[in-house]
């Protein structure tokens, strides 16, 4: 299965720009068209800025960040079927079902979303937008007995309001 799942995901990258690694001073290349960053040394994250958003807003550990986003599995792209996005960016009205407490690796209502989804707040401000391509290991906590690659599609990144 994890076999399978390498391919998969090698093939959805080699339709995109790939960097294999962070950019030193971390200033990313952002737009649609800006390339797949592999943001950590097992390659089972890659990230594409669309935008960096708020720098000088950035999330704190600890803080609750809420989520907005479609994810497409990429197993069933490659496998060539018709796949069906889930997750919360086409309901506008709905954003607190999605949510992480940055930086905790404990809570459950945490861990179940997987560290992957976390890495792009290492690097850029509230508000951001990315694509995120997510292996299984570094994914939700259904996913990785499953070896489900996923790709999340705007995901964007934003403040808890109190």
């Not at 960040?65 to 309901?91: K, P």
Request: charged share 20%.
């Amino acid at each position: 299965m994890l076999r399978d799942e390498e391919a998969a995901v090698n093939w959805y990258l080699a339709q995109h720009r790939v960097e294999p690694r962070v950019p030193e001073d971390s200033v990313f290349q952002t737009g649609s068209d800006a390339p797949f960053y592999r943001m950590n040394n097992e390659g089972s994250v890659y990230m594409r800025v669309i935008s960096r958003g708020d720098m000088d807003n950035r999330p704190k550990k600890g803080q609750t960040v809420y989520l907005r986003f479609m994810r497409y599995d990429i197993n069933q792209m490659y496998a060539g079927n018709t796949v069906i996005g889930s997750g919360n960016a086409e309901n506008m009205g709905y954003v607190n079902g999605y949510s992480f407490v940055y930086g905790n690796t404990v809570l459950t209502s945490t861990t179940q979303y997987g560290d992957g989804l976390q890495i792009p707040l290492d690097y850029l401000g509230y508000d951001c937008e990315v694509d995120l391509i997510v292996k299984s290991i570094d994914g939700t906590t259904d996913n990785i007995s499953l070896c489900i690659p996923y790709v999340y599609k705007s995901l964007k990144y934003f403040k808890a309001e109190y």
